[in-house]
């Protein structure tokens, strides 16, 4: 565990302030999908976060990059007035603070927390670099909560959007017992780490294998061939090192944000591939992206009703059995109540999977 600096191992569950709420032990698993971004200085999208509520699983205020440098304020205003007014019901209330470097996050996070803090379960923290920008939020937030007299402590997520951050993605995790997660930031990182893609997320088509040559006695003989290319994906690396990170401090990785608005089907290949490598939601920041997100981050009801089978036929879940030709054991059982949990902990909020899920056996409840 990495505990912070001087500190025993003991003592990372104690709160870092008098009177701040106990940190937790384990971060509860809560369905989000979607982790819909707005910005709370621009009046038409505002007007649109109660509408929102119940369609999306978390809604995030953005309070830093592409909220305009005038603007920062009226966003943190914005922001406490719409946590004000508006009930979530059961949908989370995220914000993204601006960079610890910047001139506004100091009063973001005092007037959100002194404001607004009962009804904030997540503060997003842009281009963590190491644990100690985690320490710095961890100190802060609990002075904080002990001030507004908070009974549960705000989580903490960080992005994972430098180099520096990938380098340190282990011990980011394990900063402090308030880390929910990490989100993947494709575009700040590629520019930290100097790539050659100007987009925001998504693949390239340069970035790719090619088919060998048709002879194989005499490559050079082919090279002019036409061969079929295949393109990578570029976040492969980061996405499997960062949910490696998450997998091992029992916090949740998410794909970040797809910027190609108008591809939603390069943005659910996107998003898919994060899904299967682990990943438990993804940013969406037009409407368009919700329904995508959504589709994608909830098992569909054909993997559901095979995890069920594969469960119901390994009875004590030792031993290996044979299921459409295909052996199942103790492992892949293991892989199918991941998803079978998944179904379940979806269903339980959401009435249309629980429908298809049910039509197709019904979850366990
Ligand atoms: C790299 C990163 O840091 S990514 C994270 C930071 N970026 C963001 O948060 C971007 C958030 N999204 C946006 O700012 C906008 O969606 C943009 C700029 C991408 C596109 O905005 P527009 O050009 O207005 O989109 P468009 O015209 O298609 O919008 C259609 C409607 O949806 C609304 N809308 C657009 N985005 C959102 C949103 N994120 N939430 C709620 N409503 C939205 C618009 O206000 C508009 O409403 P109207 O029909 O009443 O006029
Ligand atoms: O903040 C997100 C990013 O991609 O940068
Ligand atoms: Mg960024």
Redesign the pocket.
Known sequence: MAAQSATSAKDFFRPLAVGAPQPLREIPFRPSRAIHFFDPSNAKMAAKVPGMVGTVDVLLGNLE?AVKADNKEAAREGLVEIGRSTDFGPTQLWTRVNALDSPWVLDDLTRLVGEIGDKLDVVMV?KVQGAEDIHYVDRLLAQLEAKAGLDRPILVHA?L?TARGVANVEEICGASPRMQGLSL?????AADRRMKTTR??GGHPGYLVREDPPSPTDPAAGVDARRATYQQDLWHYTIARMVDACAMHGIYPYY??FGDIADVTACEDQFRNAFLLGCVGAWTLHPKQVDVARRVFSPSADDVAHARRVVAAMGDGTGAVMLDGKMEDDASLKQCLVMVELAEQLAAIDPELKAQYDAIGGTDD
């Open positions: 990059d842009p992005i959007e930031g494709p575009a700040d990182l925001v997320g970040g944000p």
